[in-house]
T-cell receptor, first 114, second 110 residues
Framework: EAGVVQSPRYKIIEKKQPVAFWCNPI?????LYWYLQNLGQGPELLIR????????DSQLPKDRFSAERLKGVDSTLKIQPAELGDSAVYLC????????????FGPGTRLTVL | ELKVEQNPLFLSMQEGKNYTIYCNYS?????LYWYRQDPGKSLESLFV?????AVKQEGRLMASLDTKARLSTLHITAAVHDLSATYFC??????????FGTGTSLTVIP
């Protein structure tokens, strides 16, 4: 079974430019999460989807960040414009409707904003 | 807001020694996970603890949960170099919200 797929793995951009990340969750997983992980810290939730619906986006900086999950499968996370402080690893995770709702993480996208 | 604290943040230990990582959290929780993260890699699930008194063991790692004390421990027995990684606990609250700890960076020295 394929795991959570993310692309690109690395991205370097200049500040004020836009950037987008893509995530393909594990087949059959209806819940999808985007996390931000700064160096030396634990992941922090940005947004959680249940199918197509964003059920928790309270931590998403909506002035510059946006996300979508069309058709309830793949998802994209966009930053426009990027700032220096956005440099971090962006992790995508997915889970099924099992009793444990265990999350499976993708490899992440490491963003560097110059 | 839920707080999840781990200690120590950094741990350097010799091979063959035992040690315990602690995870404290500030509110009631449905369940708790332990994850491992190698440098530059993503998080790998180690254990899920579902109830008070739950204990799980895999190889040299053993995790336990005390929901009354709001404390989970990850015990390392006879450490080996391959266990060097960062370990995170994650607490799950009602509404399936995950809160991750600060992480414990473990280095096992030969």
């Amino acid at each position: 079974e394929a795991g959570v797929v993310q692309s690109p793995r690395y991205k370097i951009i200049e500040k004020k430019q836009p950037v987008a990340f893509w995530c393909n969750p594990i087949s059959g997983h209806n819940t999808l999460y985007w996390y931000l992980q700064n160096l030396g810290q634990g992941p922090e939730l940005l947004i959680r989807y249940e199918n197509e619906e964003a059920v928790d986006d309270s931590q998403l900086p909506k002035d510059r960040f946006s996300a979508e999950r069309l058709k309830g499968v793949d998802s994209t996370l966009k930053i426009q414009p990027a700032e220096l402080g956005d440099s971090a690893v962006y992790l995508c995770a997915s889970s099924s409707d099992s009793a444990y709702n265990e999350q499976f993480f993708g490899p992440g996208t490491r963003l560097t904003v110059l | 807001e839920l707080k999840v604290e781990q200690n120590p943040l950094f741990l350097s230990m010799q091979e063959g020694k035992n040690y315990t990582i602690y995870c404290n959290y500030s509110t009631t929780s449905d369940r708790l996970y332990w994850y491992r993260q190698d440098p530059g890699k993503s998080l790998e699930s180690l254990f899920v603890l579902l109830s008070n008194g739950a204990v799980k063991q895999e190889g040299r790692l053993m995790a336990s949960l005390d929901t009354k004390a709001r404390l989970s421990t990850l015990h390392i027995t006879a450490a080996v170099h391959d266990l060097s990684a960062t370990y995170f606990c994650a607490v799950v609250t009602t509404g399936n919200q995950f809160y991750f700890g600060t992480g414990t960076s473990l280095t096992v020295i030969p």
